[in-house]
């Protein structure tokens, strides 16, 4: 990570008001779609938002899931995506401080589906990692990342991150962290060399995998 947590939560608090806007291009607009159309969250699954900002993932997933838990490490974020889903009387999401290698689930959630878009990249490979670790330790049958990544060699001339403050991986990177933690990448979406979500399914809910004792 090149800055620390409280750099990077000073950084998006200040900016909460305009981040919308900030991120209205079509790189993000598509990621997030897909995001949200890959988790596919029923009416009885509880998602995990992690990242979540102004809720551009948690307040649409609210339509169709049970339950939504949206986690970020700045406050300024989190109040205005409480302010939006109350503009919209959005009662089944709930926004507070957590961060991806500290989710603060409540207790009494089981988390089916975790999602992020747009937020993993601010760690090293190391640490999203262990990131990613502690995702699959939830048990989640699913597990959906958007994010700025490297489908090849990023053109320094028009990179679609800050390399002062970015830290983006390579799809290979992230495939690997997903499989080594029990997902199987079930979709890869390139939305530009520099922006994609990936899918991950974990491995035991996947239609066919047979349980220990080899039964269906």
Known sequence: ?????????????????????SQDSPEYRAAADLVVGHADAGSDETVLDLG???????LPLAESAGRVIGRDISEGMLDRARGKAAERGVENVAFGEGRFRDPNVPEDADVDVVTSNFAMHHLGD????????????????????????????????????SPEVD????VGVLADAFTDTGFAVTAVEMVSDQVGVLVGDRIEDRPGIEDPEGEP
């Open 52 to 58: 979540t900002g102004t809720g551009a993932i948690a």
């Open 167 to 170: 830290d983006p991986a390579t």
């Open 126 to 161: 190391d640490e999203k990692r262990e990131a990613i670790a502690e995702i699959a330790a939830l048990e989640p049958r699913r597990f959906v990342l958007g994010d700025v990544l490297f489908f090849g060699e990023p053109d320094p001339d028009d990179p679609f991150y």
């Open 1 to 21: 990570m090149k800055k620390s947590l409280e750099e990077h939560a000073e950084r998006f608090s200040e900016h909460a008001a305009d981040y919308d806007e």
